[in-house]
């Protein structure tokens, strides 16, 4: 072929743009994912296989003083995370009180080694579930809040319908007896007027 066939082929055939593919269907997408997760799964059985037996072989060329220093780095390990893990408790337990706005039991009465997993790492599955189930603490006061602290607010508000000292002076003790029955001495009574 020569050169001037070549590019009348070249003309005659339509060329896709550059960059652009045709776009797959989602049922190709989705089986693309699941390939992959299949073989990310596959990797990962691999690799724990692979991760088991090499401990497993270095265990059996460990000669028996080996293993007793493995083991006591094991124990000095976990006593060291156990001792550690008393106060990461106690803060983690604030930590979570506070985000929780509950108030937490004093410190004494407190098991903080319960919350500490057997590794000596700090369960903070345990802390969560106890500290939601300590009480919320309420937003009204405790106690009633106008006992015994004397005149309130303005005298202006105690005194509507109530009778005062000159209206009281000109009354009959009959007047008197029923202005008391029906409320309208007591602003007077109790000192506020």
Known sequence: MDD???NQN???TPAAPAGTEPTPSIEVLQADVERWKALSRQNEKN???????LTQLKEASMTDAEKAVEKAKE???TAALSEVGTRLVDAELRVQAATAG???P???FLNTSAFVGADGAVNADAIKAFVSSLPKPSNSPEFAQGIGLGRQGDSGSYAAGQ???DALSRMSPQEI???RKSGKLDALMRGDL
């Open 163 to 165: 009778i005062g000292r």
């Open 10 to 12: 070249d003309q005659q």
């Open 177 to 179: 007896a029923a202005a």
């Open 47 to 53: 690799y724990n296989e692979a991760r088991t037996e």
């Open 75 to 77: 124990e000095a390990r």
């Open 106 to 108: 004093p410190a004494e």
């Open 4 to 6: 001037t066939t070549q």
């Open 102 to 104: 509950v108030a937490l």
